[in-house]
């Protein structure tokens, strides 16, 4: 059996350790003090179709990310722990999408890639934390579903078994192909960066950054296709611009605060039980615990 | 995010060292590999571009995965369980990391899977492996019996066995036995021809063998009946797909907890020759022993970096007298000391690891060519230099990996003898690094005829003569002072011609050419980046002064008469 499999994946900037300059004065982001990385649940997604190529060696594994020119990152990070290719969406018109624009955009892709049998991403992007986006896909692609999942645990007979980590439990759901799919964190890590695929990909490049600097390894482009990134515009998707970007965005940021945190009032306590099993009645009470 | 290469300037340091220019073009012979695999470089450029990034991937493995498992993996260990070894699921994690990542056979040839690296890239993931846990990186060292392999089994032995191990398949070397440990001569499991079924059968016991459930087993065996020393011994294939080989226990060890070390059983185990009979010992051991030694080595250095960082990051941290204990000169000074023994271990490790990538590249370009009367003359200058440098180096390395973490644990005080901190680790798997592959006082056998023949002279005296910048001058007559010093001492003792004299002070005259030759190569160092590393230099050259100055002072006021007290 083969499977095409594309993995949906976002470049974003690393939220997880933020520090004072995380954010500029008029209040976006300062992209400068946060490294750009491979949205974390996606490497999971990564992980789950890698996972579902090695048990089909013969099944593809296809990125798709919308972007910035350096986004290109993101299929490289790909082809580097062992997808087979990507697409790029990069293009001015893309910019400034919400989520409705970004399910948009790469549905559209999908069409244009064609056939699959799964689609995989990540639950939620960590700059964003919508988890619209893999739902707006399905929905937009008609096809059905599983949020959530944290394993495949088997693709038999045109059917597909995932387990799914909620809340309170876990649900072990079936479904037809083709579908979608997000992964939780709780999923398997992503594997490495391998090192035979980092040799034969690093000069991997898209038209776009072949454009931007001149490379001394420019003649491997020819000889080597692999290394040639697929980029594409809103035209080479056939999309309507006027759904792209911000034009097709009815999420409209109003107004952005800095908030800082700081203590506004105190309570000192004693060290008997009694004080300190009020104070933990009090935090589960107001939701700070449990 | 840990990476242990990214985090450690002085990896990069070596990594580019000026001679790896030369290695680079001998191991890629004009780059004729990039027509046939996609990941092999162009160019010199390229080559090295590859080298960073493959050590980065090793960096992140080993510190995102290897080095978080370290502990738990010290305190489960492996099992025997149905004659068979089960790791610890940390180590079983690790594995899985290291061949995703594909780092497994990093120097072994294209054709077989390998990605075709010097050995100096291999030694320096094992130098970050030992960081992160030493005990697992026995099972990595493990790798370069493959070496010994590609260099003495046949093509189709080669084609069998080394694509399984590029592909992650894990190998020992089964030579210790109950009654051979360092007298290896007296091996005594049997190896019988079985010449029906085309192969060999082996029967008998060995003792303290490093994951000896392994995949891939090189033995050394007793081919010739009623033979008593090491030419009745011959090296052969065990595949553990054929059986026969059990394992009866796994040694309760005081460090290295993760790696199991295996008694195992040989009943009439199938296996095949390896190379020619009776070359077993004397050649194939020989040098898999020297390669094992510079894994060591590196083992050891490894271990160094993670005793200094455990200490430095302690000493920052602990307050006592209302400030930082590394405020204290009484710790700082051990600080220094670590960091300089640190810097000095590593420099002879790499120095030795590209020594041994000349020659070994050389002799495998003869495979293919006749080397010209250049090309021989190097490779004897290198093979000689290898082998002069792999004993002295695992000697001070082992030895200053011992020392470290020793320190390390002092700057600790009372916590680091508790079971809280890594530093007790540490000090525990530094314990074997200078017993293992030959103990310190074997590596003194070996380093001693350098001594005498003048091989370590002939080296320190080509340091002499680089030019360096001017600001180190000052180090450099202390070092030519050093020099003398060392000069004089083995003449007089060597003109004594009394072998019991000889050996008796020999450790003290391999320790004057090591610091001697450790002080130099940390010039060098100072040299190409002063500011890493004039701090390591200055220290470690004043502690080496005073350590030949001590030997001088020994040797020099020595009654040979009063020998009969120390035999």
Redesign the interface.
């Known amino acids: 059996m083969s499977l095409k499999i594309i993995v949906l994946a976002k470049q974003v900037p690393d939220t997880r350790n933020v520090g004072k300059d995380a954010m500029k004065e008029d209040g976006t982001v300062n992209r400068a003090a946060l490294p750009a990385i491979f949205n974390p649940e996606d490497l999971n997604a990564l992980e789950q179709a890698l996972r579902l190529k090695d048990q089909y060696p013969e099944s593809t594994v296809t990125l798709l990310t919308m972007g910035p020119p350096r986004a290109a990152d993101i299929i490289r990070e790909g082809l580097f722990r062992g997808a087979d290719g990507g697409y790029l969406l990069t293009d001015r018109a893309f910019a400034g999408a919400d989520t409705l624009a970004t399910s948009y955009a790469l549905s559209m892709a999908i069409r244009k890639i064609g056939q699959f049998d799964v689609i995989i991403s990540g639950r939620q992007a960590i700059d964003g934390d919508t988890a619209q986006v893999g739902p707006q896909v399905a929905e937009k692609l008609s096809i059905p579903q599983i949020t959530y999942a944290e394993e495949i645990l088997a693709v038999k007979n045109g059917k597909i078994t995932v387990k799914r980590r909620l809340e309170r439990g876990v649900e072990v759901a079936e479904c037809a192909l083709p579908l979608l799919i997000t992964v939780n964190g709780s999923a398997a890590a992503c594997?490495?960066?391998?090192?035979?695929?980092?040799?034969?990909y690093?000069y991997a490049k898209t038209p776009s950054e072949k454009q931007a600097a001149a490379d001394e390894?420019a003649p491997?482009f020819d000889s080597?296709d692999?290394l040639n990134l697929v980029e594409w515009s809103t035209a080479d998707i056939d999309a309507d611009t006027q759904q792209c970007g911000l034009s097709g965005s009815p999420t409209k940021v109003k107004k952005i605060e800095n908030v800082v945190f700081q203590a506004k009032e105190s309570k000192t306590l004693d060290a008997s039980d009694a004080q300190i099993e009020a104070l933990i009645v009090e935090l589960i009470a107001n939701h700070t615990i449990g | 995010m840990a990476n242990f290469y990214t985090d450690n300037p002085s990896l990069k340091h070596h990594l580019h060292h000026p001679l790896m220019q030369h290695i680079v073009e001998l191991k890629e012979r004009n780059f004729a590999d990039a027509d046939h695999f996609d990941y092999a470089p162009i160019d010199f450029a390229d080559a090295m571009d590859s080298y960073e990034k493959v050590m980065e991937i090793a960096g992140e493995v080993i510190g995102e995965v290897i080095a978080p498992n370290a502990e738990e993996v010290d305190h489960t260990g492996p099992q025997v369980v149905n004659n068979r070894v089960v790791y610890a699921p940390g180590t079983t994690e690790n594995l899985n990391a290291t061949i995703q990542a594909g780092l497994s056979g990093l120097s072994m040839p294209r054709r077989y899977g390998g990605l075709n690296f010097p050995m100096t890239a291999f030694i320096m993931t094992t130098d970050m492996v030992a960081r992160a846990d030493a005990g697992f990186c026995t099972l990595w060292s493990l790798q370069d019996c493959a070496e010994t392999l590609y260099e003495f089994g046949d093509e189709e032995q080669r084609q069998k066995y080394i694509p399984r191990m590029c592909a992650g398949e894990t190998m020992s070397m089964d030579l210790t036995e109950p009654d051979a440990g360092s007298d290896l001569q007296a091996v005594m499991l049997k190896a019988t021809e079985d010449p029906e079924n085309g192969c060999w059968r082996l029967n008998g016991v060995k003792r303290f063998i490093t994951n000896g459930d392994s995949d891939i087993h090189l033995v050394l065996a007793r081919s010739e009946e009623g033979t008593k020393d090491g030419r009745g011994l011959s090296m052969f294939i065990y595949d553990k797909r054929d059986g026969g080989v059990n394992v009866r226990r796994i040694e309760n060890k005081m460090g290295i907890k993760g790696s199991p070390t295996c008694e195992l059983t040989y009943k009439n185990a199938k296996a095949y020759l390896c190379g020619s009979r009776k070359l077993g010992l004397i050649r194939y051991v020989m040098s898999l022993m020297n390669g094992a030694r510079l894994g060591i080595m590196a083992q050891a250095t490894g271990l160094s970096e993670a005793a200094y960082r455990e200490a430095l990051a302690y000493a920052k941290d602990r307050r006592q007298f209302g400030k930082a204990i590394i405020e204290f000169p009484a710790v700082s000074e051990m600080l220094a000391a670590i960091k300089a023994k640190l810097d000095a271990s590593r420099s002879i490790l790499y120095e030795t690891a590209r020594f041994v990538d000349i020659y070994k590249t050389l002799e495998d370009v003869e495979k293919e060519r006749k080397l010209d009367d250049a090309e021989k003359a190097e490779l004897k200058k290198y093979k000689k230099l290898a082998d002069a440098y792999t004993p002295l180096g695992k000697a001070f390395a082992t030895e200053y990996a011992n020392q470290n973490a020793y320190d390390a644990i002092q700057i600790h005080g009372g916590s680091g003898f508790m079971k809280d901190y890594p530093c007790e680790r540490i000090y525990r798997d530094a314990r074997i690094t200078n017993i293992y592959e030959g103990t310190t006082q074997l590596q003194v056998v070996a380093a001693i005829r350098h001594v005498l023949t003048g091989s370590y002279l002939t080296q320190i005296q080509t340091y002499q003569a680089e030019t360096l910048r001017p600001e180190l001058d000052p180090l450099k007559a202390r070092l030519t002072k050093m020099t003398n010093t060392y000069e004089k001492l083995v003449a007089q003792v060597a003109e004594t011609k009394n072998n019991d004299y000889i050996d008796f002070q020999a450790r003290r005259l391999v320790e004057a050419a090591g610091h001697t030759i450790l002080g130099y190569l940390l010039l060098s160092d100072a040299n190409r980046d002063y500011e890493q590393f004039i701090r390591s230099a200055e220290v470690y050259i004043a502690y080496g002064e005073a350590e030949v100055a001590k030997i001088q002072q020994f040797i020099e006021s020595f009654d040979i008469d009063k020998l009969q007290y120390y035999l």
């Not at chain 1, 594997?191 to 034969?200: G, L, V, W």
């Open positions: 594997r490495p960066r391998n090192s035979k695929r980092i040799q034969k690093k390894y491997l080597r692999y």
